[in-house]
């Protein structure tokens, strides 16, 4: 059964501080995708990256960077230097690849929600 | 193009009421979601269609009917609302294939069940 964890309830911290949000996941699939989204006090959702399970690389994007380690089943998201505008509950989520049973379901952690203060 | 949109934005019932959440997508997706967001629960996944006449149960289908009568629009229902209703109730949509496709999601509606 898929599974996301996010024991982070919520995160405060001050602007210019770099913060990571913890996502952790299991699977049985060998061939998964992890996703992470955010949700700004609007409400809407926005999709942020996407990896599959065989790609390893950490990726950056701008102040964001997310470091994915199957060894550890994590998949972890960093802001650096925060600014007030990135406030907002993070999603991480999973989705298997197989061909049957659980392929389109896109499993969510509850979300870690980031106050940035000025 | 306007991705995935939801109607109405708000709504507030009394119990027992009955309505209809309309999503649809101009991205000729297949496959598309009904989610609900509690707080501290995440999204949970409703019902669900992977194609035109199709729909499927999710997690917590009890209370909702869905219909996809057209590919572009996928309709949820509560026939006698009920408090426990009460949620942000969200659409999705991704194109078909395995699980990597990334799934887009509507604004949300946010229904209250008085």
């Known amino acids: 059964a898929q599974k996301v964890t996010q024991a982070q309830t919520e995160i405060s911290v001050v602007e210019k501080e770099d913060v990571t949000l913890d996502c952790v996941y299991e699977?049985?699939?060998?061939?998964?995708?992890l996703f992470w989204y955010k949700q700004p006090p609007s409400g809407e959702l926005v999709f942020l990256i996407r990896?599959?399970?065989?790609?390893?690389q950490n990726e950056i994007s701008g102040r964001y960077s997310w470091n994915f380690q199957k060894s550890t089943s994590s998949f972890n998201f960093t802001i650096t230097a925060s600014q007030v505008v990135d406030s907002a509950v993070y999603f991480c989520a999973l989705s298997e690849a197989n061909s049957g049973g659980s392929n389109y379901k896109l499993t969510f952690g509850k979300g870690t929600l980031l106050t940035v203060n000025p | 193009n306007a991705g995935v949109t939801q109607t109405p934005k708000f709504r507030v019932l009394k119990t027992g009421q009955s309505m209809t959440l309309l999503c649809a997508q101009d991205m000729n997706h297949e496959y598309m979601y009904w989610y609900r967001q509690d707080p501290g629960m995440g999204l949970r996944l409703i019902h669900y269609s992977v194609g035109e006449g199709t729909t499927a149960k999710g997690e917590v289908p009890d209370g909702y009917n869905v219909s996809r009568l057209k590919k572009q629009n996928f309709l949820l229902g509560l026939e006698s609302a009920a408090p426990s209703q009460t949620s942000v109730y969200f659409c999705a949509s991704r194109n078909v294939g395995l699980g990597g496709y990334t799934q887009y999601f509507g604004p949300g509606t946010r229904l209250t069940v008085l």
């Open positions: 990896r599959n399970s065989f790609d390893e």
């Open positions: 699977t049985r699939d060998t061939t998964y995708y």
